[in-house]
């Protein structure tokens, strides 16, 4: 059964930084797109960021330059490197597995991510 485990939320003031993990439990991490998403109260989830299994990354206009999606596939782990951090980015962040690894599936909407970790909140303050 894969399970996604995030972790790394917090409370933070406008312009620092976290690093959000994802860890991932019965499956074989290194063969699929994994992304970030996430849901503000009121506003519908939305994609951060994404990677596919080669490595290639893409970022939703809002976060580029601020955040990182990495992964480490010997340690089955999923990163997401925030800085220069805004309060409009207060959200509960999620992770997610896609259903293939390719780049042609791999992008900033849900279709096709079928698997969802409980979620880590992230709250940025000014």
């Known amino acids: 059964q894969v399970r996604l485990v995030e972790s790394g939320g917090g409370s933070v003031q406008s312009g620092g930084s976290l690093r959000l993990s994802c860890a991932v439990f019965g499956d074989t991490y290194s063969r699929y797109c994994m992304g970030w998403f996430r849901q503000a109260p009121g506003k519908e989830r939305e994609g951060v960021a994404v990677i596919d299994s080669f490595g290639t990354t893409t970022y939703a206009d809002s976060v580029k330059g601020r955040f990182t999606i990495s992964r480490d596939n010997a340690e089955n782990t999923l990163y997401l490197q925030m800085n220069s951090l805004k309060p409009e980015d207060s959200a509960m962040y999620y992770c997610?597995?896609?259903?293939?690894?390719?780049?042609?599936?791999?992008?900033?909407?849900?279709?096709?991510?079928?698997?969802w970790g409980q979620g880590t909140q992230v709250t940025v303050s000014s």
């Open positions: 997610a597995r896609n259903r293939y690894g390719g780049s042609g599936f791999c992008g900033l909407t849900e279709r096709n991510f079928v698997y």
